[in-house]
Nanobody
Framework: QVQLVESGGGLVQVGSSLRLSCAAS????????LGWFRQAPGKEREFVAA???????YYTDSAKGRFTISRDSAKNTVYLQMNSLKPEDTAVYYC??????????????????WGQGTQVTVSS
């Protein structure tokens, strides 16, 4: 198993940047594909970005060009750098892992392990 703990959320203004971190512990970090999801108030949780062990990345359309997912295997940490934040980015952001290190997954049902979430609020 792997345990995931997110950090880095907060209250920021439109156009600002934030970097979310997700620290993993437990099984070897390289055994997992990783992703970020978010859930806004009153909405379903949605895919944001994913990364494989080899570094291949995939983003939802709203994240392309603004968000960057990366992983530091030495630190067992995955990051989500978010730039040019908009009010519609306000949500609880979740880190997740699945048992397919070389597979991109965008469906939340594909992920076996989840963090507790970190709140991102973008004010206008």
């Amino acid at each position: 198993q792997v345990q995931l703990v997110e950090s880095g959320g907060g209250l920021v203004q439109v156009g600002s940047s934030l970097r979310l971190s997700c620290a993993a512990s437990g099984r070897t970090f390289r055994s997992y594909g990783l992703g970020w999801f978010r859930q806004a108030p009153g909405k379903e949780r949605e895919f944001v970005a994913a990364i494989t062990w080899s570094g291949y990345t995939y983003y939802t359309d709203s994240a392309k060009g603004r968000f960057t997912i990366s992983r530091d295997s030495a630190k067992n940490t995955v990051y989500l750098q978010m730039n040019s934040l908009k009010p519609e980015d306000t949500a609880v952001y979740y880190c997740a892992a699945h048992d397919g290190p070389d597979t991109i997954s965008i469906g939340e049902n594909d992920y076996n392990y989840w963090g507790q979430g970190t709140q991102v609020t973008v004010s206008s």
